[in-house]
């Protein structure tokens, strides 16, 4: 049996104490997270010079995709970011921390989104997951990724969002099922309310698929009263027409437009 399968049934019978066992077992800093080849006393953040390569090159990748691409953003949205394309390594690393509950897996991601330059953003703000997947990982991806960057960006970061009703796993599903999926379920927590009014908010996600998750985000935190909002993702799924435009994104501005026609915001 591989270390992967051996981890993978350690996480399943167990949960978190797998997840503790599976450190125990396999510490991270003997094998690189990206190919599970032997490292060096050298190499950082478990990843080897090969698998290092790779991800500068993914970023690269990444860097001039988003030259080449113009994201069609509604009001309030800064921008959009990522750090990898989402492939090879990039998306082993992914695949660690979300089906695995390998943590270390959580830090090369972090770093490469680190090296994109800040926004004037004063507030991390991880995208939640659903609460089920939650208990079963043991943590939220996108607040372990937070957590990296507010210490080296000296940010701070805040739990704002919550899920307030589940939602079917957006895998599988295409860009119109992935939109309902997910209308109206999230909000800003009563007690972060305070925190968020008029605050430019950086929202933190593990990939950046259709844009519907970040875009259901970016609309619960613009309701609460956030100023704007700079989304950064680790990896963008390089998907279909590459085009000028961002489906999802769009049509939220033009929702949002008619919306606030009807009913306007009284602040
Ligand atoms: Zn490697």
């Avoid at 509604?74 to 921390?97: K, M, N």
């Avoid at 208990?135 to 970061?157: C, E």
């Avoid at 008029?198 to 009263?225: F, M, Q």
Wanted: hydrophobic share 40%.
């Amino acid at each position: 049996m591989r270390n992967g399968q051996i981890k993978e049934r350690l996480s399943k019978c167990f949960g978190r104490a797998g997840a503790w066992l599976d450190d125990l077992l396999f510490p991270e800093k003997v094998l690189c997270l990206g190919c599970e080849s032997a490292l060096g006393e050298d190499d950082e953040d478990g990843i080897c010079p090969a698998c290092r390569r790779a991800l500068d090159a993914l970023a690269a990748e990444q860097e001039t995709w988003e030259k080449e691409t113009h994201d069609v953003l509604p009001e309030g949205i800064a921008y959009v970011h990522s750090a990898f394309a989402y492939d090879a390594q990039a998306r082993t690393l992914v695949r660690l921390l979300k089906y695995r509950s390998i943590r270390a897996a959580a830090l090369p991601l972090a770093k490469g989104m680190a090296m994109l330059p800040a926004g004037e953003e004063e507030l991390i703000v991880p995208v939640p997951t659903d609460e089920r997947r939650r208990k079963r990982r043991g943590f939220n991806q996108a607040t372990l990724i937070a957590n990296h960057l507010a210490v080296m960006w000296g940010m701070p970061v805040l739990e704002a969002l919550v899920r307030v009703r589940p939602c079917a796993p957006q895998t599988g599903l295409n860009e119109q099922q992935r939109r309902e999926n997910l209308v109206d379920s999230m909000a800003v927590s009563m007690r972060s309310v305070g925190q968020i009014r008029r605050k430019r908010v950086l929202l933190i996600d593990d990939v950046y698929t259709t844009g519907s998750t970040a875009a259901e985000a970016a609309r619960a935190l613009l309701d609460a009263g956030a100023m704007s909002v700079g989304i950064l993702t680790a990896a963008r799924a390089h998907i279909g027409n590459g085009d000028k435009e961002v489906p999802f994104l769009a049509q939220y501005k033009h929702a949002a437009a008619a919306e606030k026609r009807k009913k306007p915001r009284n602040t």
